[in-house]
């Protein structure tokens, strides 16, 4: 079928022989042309990851039924392409919830097994492989494997995290979290410097399920000031607010590019540090104002325009987290480039279970940028080496560009990785950084 498959950063790249899995017990199709095959889950990946443009894409959209629950070991097994948007909505009423949500609830299960995606709780929960139980994966040879921790541990370690090249995962065992109501307790404050960041995020880590901090990284003065907010699930006695979901809407079309560039997003900045009030903010919020407040515009990517955007994200351990985010700031504020949303995060010491996986213990920053060109590439490229001389990695979800050579450093255990790529699968991501 001819299709064209997008991820979220618009930047170009498609997807065009697209091969709709409609059921479990489907055969992977055999591509004489020793074309290559990748899972498609959603597109929420901002740049290539998730396409494969000189092969075939496996469309698992259809794939998207909820198999069986189990509230005794709070144990879920899903089908790859269920939303998190539609697990919710059967769930949370329930009283469970994911334990582990990124920052958007269109994404698949596939998807965020794949990538092995990180929430605001990561301090507390780790990423999401780390409550993936088991999971069923079809390999090119027609085998389905059942691997866990304890059968076929290597496959299953590879999984996770694995962006897809393993196989196409089936089905997987997902274990939920009981919550007592769907609304969040949420704490909001300014901080002034980049020191007050870091002393809020260590006060709060014990306390609160989920920090996460929105940073001002087009301020000229480069204090790293920002707003950092902190919330626990509601106990059922304080869900008293009726705080309603409300629909998401669309954008009718792509706006011009000059509307999101280094002088509004300057001028976002600065208006949304000032319109928030002195001391601390307490609300009562609904779970997808709380999580997702991003999909309340579902193509939000479209503001960027036709050139689309990307998103720079990359951990550096906690030990040098201080002095390399402030190298990168500068970087950036050198570079003229301003970012329209940049959000920082302390990873906890929770080791992923992914034999590639992104998120490890240090601070996360991720910053958007709508798509200019050569100089922002070459800035990009920049902020990769300062990252790599932190001994920090770039994630490969939110990646459009990265060179080869940053890719083994990032990732050096990508020669043990190698072994467990099914050899019919691949990515234009793959394609780039292992050349
Ligand atoms: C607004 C927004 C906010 C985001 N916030 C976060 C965040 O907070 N934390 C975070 O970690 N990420 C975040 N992301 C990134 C997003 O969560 C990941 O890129 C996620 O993996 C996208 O999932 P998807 O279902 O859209 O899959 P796709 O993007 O289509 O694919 C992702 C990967 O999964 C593989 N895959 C899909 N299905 C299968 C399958 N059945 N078997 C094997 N492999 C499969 C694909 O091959 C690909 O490698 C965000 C993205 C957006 C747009």
Known sequence: MQKNLTSWGLTGQKSTDVRLIKWRTDKLPEIKDGRSLLPYGNG?????????????????????????????????????????????????????????????????????????????????????????????????????????????????????????????????????MPIDAPCLNVETMKFETLDDFFELSKQSEWEYEYTVAWLDCASKDLSGRGIFMRANHCTRLQDSNNDQISKSKKLPFNLPSFIVNNFTSKIFNA?????????????????????????????????????????????????????????????????????????????????????????????????????????????????????ANAGGAVYPAKDARMSAEHFREFFPQVDKFKHYVDPAFSSTFWQRVMG
């Open 44 to 176: 929420r990946s901002y740049g290539d990851s998730c396409l494969n443009k000189d092969g075939v894409s496996l469309d698992t959209r259809s794939l998207n039924h909820l198999i069986s629950f189990d509230p005794k070991t709070h144990i879920l097994r899903s089908e790859p392409g269920v939303l998190l948007a539609d697990l919710l909505k059967n769930f949370v009423h329930k009283g469970w919830f994911l334990p582990v949500t990124p920052g958007t609830k269109y994404i698949t299960v596939g998807g965020a097994i794949a990538n092995d995606v990180h929430g605001k709780n990561h301090h507390r929960r780790g990423s999401f492989g780390n409550h993936v139980i088991r999971l069923a994966l079809l390999r090119s040879n027609g085998k389905t494997v059942i691997c866990s921790r304890t059968q076929h541990s290597d496959l299953f370690f590879a999984t996770i995290g694995g962006l897809g090249l393993t196989g196409l995962i089936v089905w997987a065992d997902i274990m939920l």
């Open 271 to 387: 208006v949304y540090y000032n319109a928030h009030p002195p001391g601390v903010l307490e609300q009562t919020l609904c779970y997808e104002k709380f999580f997702y407040p991003l999909d309340k515009l579902k193509n939000w990517n479209r503001l960027y325009g036709k050139k689309g955007l990307f998103q720079y994200q990359c951990v550096v351990p906690v030990e040098q987290g201080k002095k390399t985010i402030e190298t990168l700031l500068e970087e950036v504020l050198k570079s003229g480039f301003a970012s329209p949303l940049a959000v920082l995060k302390v990873f906890g010491e929770i080791k992923s279970k992914g034999l590639m996986s992104f998120p490890r213990h240090g601070v996360t920053l991720a910053m958007d940028f709508p798509n200019s060109g050569t100089a922002l590439l070459r800035l990009f490229d920049r902020l990769d080496s300062i990252v």
